[in-house]
């Protein structure tokens, strides 16, 4: 920039600068150069005494492409300065004027001047233009005006098949497919993901964007099921995986706990030489870690030559989920120690991990650090540890009233610790009140009606019982069926209560009776106090039987080798009597039972369980 102030100066003092050409070049290298000075270049643009096109294009281009990766203004001075254009009339917008105005009306979601400037492409003749007609499809899906984008599309398809000298033009296939994937993009960002799938399907031919763009979908959606057949369809075909892929299905493979799946992950990344780079390790880290293999987590990050905040972030959240909170706690000081400021997500993992081990006072100086020391507000998150932490460890009162004490307004989250804590320890009068406040809040939530109908029948209240179950009925809240999977041969298998839907399901009948007589040898009784229904105890016992979790562990015990380890997620909290059942059954069958419920892991080895009865 220096050596063009140079430049400009010298046309400045010859006069050289009033040639439209000259000036029009300046503008450029100031605008649109590696070197560009935008605030340079409006000084330039506005000392111009009548600019051509091609110097309005440039400072609208310029403004539009600015700082694309944050928020600015610029996109928007970008159409108040075609607005200046084309109410000035001395000079005529031209076939390369309007994609960078339509842009300018994506990044600042401005549909009804996007839908102007369009009439305005009509008017002047330009919307048959290709880079015009694709821009008009981008900026109406970038401001979720599907139906438009579709319909514009749709058009330009027809152009592009009617244009017999065009159907061989390779970049004008590739720029098709380009925009099927921005309409994909679109479906997926306003939630419409059948949509996207039923474009997906009638693409003839598909770039690694299309596939990572419905992966992701999927998976930030939360269709993990759907985001693993899309990457094991991915696989079959012709496209490889490639560095965005990996990190948009490592979530669901987190999620589902598909844990040879996303062995095959990392062994790809690697064989590829694909750069595992923070977040692509963090990644891997958080996979293995919900996967139960948390050793595996530990030996991605210690090959990690210099962790940043994010990959200490995901191993110490890892330790915390195992319940080995001396662990994380060390690893937060090795953080410290190397001069990595911890961010507001690895104090969620201290906190968690003080909660899943019980350690009040350390989860409550942590607390203290973050109010007075770190240098941010604590979020929802750090309170709703707290809440945990306090109802984990039966301190009730002090829990309710660190929430009446926020300086925040909790949400539903917050008050659902608070009721998971008052049905662990059978407080039915603060339950009571609590699920009140949830009604209120979120009144379609099956959670507060659930643990409310628990804590009454855990006292065999029944009679509330079935008044909370009417209002149920009343508002058509459903509850959330308890499910469990089990990743084998890379295929992940989904087991509900009761289920009997699978194809092996007789051989898991069978292995479900020999199970309950193995254990009734060794002297089980089932805990039928879990059964919070009022029907009979030899019902109870039978419903104990089928709860996913078993059924799970049953096809796992049919379908693998004798002492090989099994891993079960489950959606729902474990249940106090499966979890006594499962260490009797890893004795029994000598096998190594990982199990990951909605808040954390349970190792199950020889009787015992790392949780040591604490969650």
Known sequence: MRDLRQFHAHFLKTGQIHDPLAAAEILKFCSLSTHRDLHYARKVFRQMREPNCFSWNTIIRALTESDENNE??????????????????????????????????ARTGKLLEGEQVHGLAVKFGFDKDEFVASNLVRMYVMCGAMERAQFSLNKLMIEFE??????????????????WNVMIDGHVRVGDLMAARELFDKMTQRSVISWNVMISGYAQNGYFKEAIEMFHLMQMGEVRPNYVTLVSVLPAISRLGALELGKWVHLYAERNETVIDDVLASALIDMYAKC????????????????????????????????????ALDHFSRMEHVGVTPSDVVYIGVLSACSHAGLVEEGRSFFNRI???????PRLEHYGCMIDLFGRAGLLKEAEEFILNMPIKPDDVIWKALLGACKMHGNIEMGDRVAGILMNMVPRDSGAYVALS?????????????RVRLKMKEMDVRKDPGCSWIELDGVVHEFLVEDDSHPRAKEIHSMLQEIAEQMRLVGYKPDTTQVLLNI???????TLYYHSERIAIAFGLISTTPGMPLCIVKNLRVCEDCHSSIKIISKIYRREIIVRDRKRFHHFVNGSCSCMDYW
């Not at 031209?94 to 842009?103: A, D, G, H, M």
């Not at 009979?536 to 039978?542: G, L, R, V």
Request: proline share 3%; charged share 25%.
């Open 72 to 105: 600015t203004d610029d996109p928007l001075e970008a159409l108040f300065l075609f607005n200046e254009m084309v109410s000035n009339g001395t000079v005529l917008p031209n076939r390369f004027t309007f994609p960078s105005v339509l842009k300018a009306c």
């Open 162 to 179: 009617n244009g017999v000298n065009l159907v061989k033009d390779k970049r004008r296939l590739e720029g098709n497919i380009v925009l």
């Open 292 to 327: 139960g293999s948390i050793e595996k987590a530990i030996q991605v990050f210690d090959r990690i030559s210099k962790p940043n905040t994010i990959t200490w972030s995901a191993i110490i959240g890892g330790l915390a989920m195992h319940g080995r909170a001396k662990e």
């Open 371 to 377: 109010v007075n020391l770190a240098g941010f507000e």
């Open 454 to 466: 628990n804590i009454y029948a855990s006292s065999r209240d029944w009679e509330s019982v079935a």
């Open 536 to 542: 009979d105890e030899e019902e109870k016992e039978s």
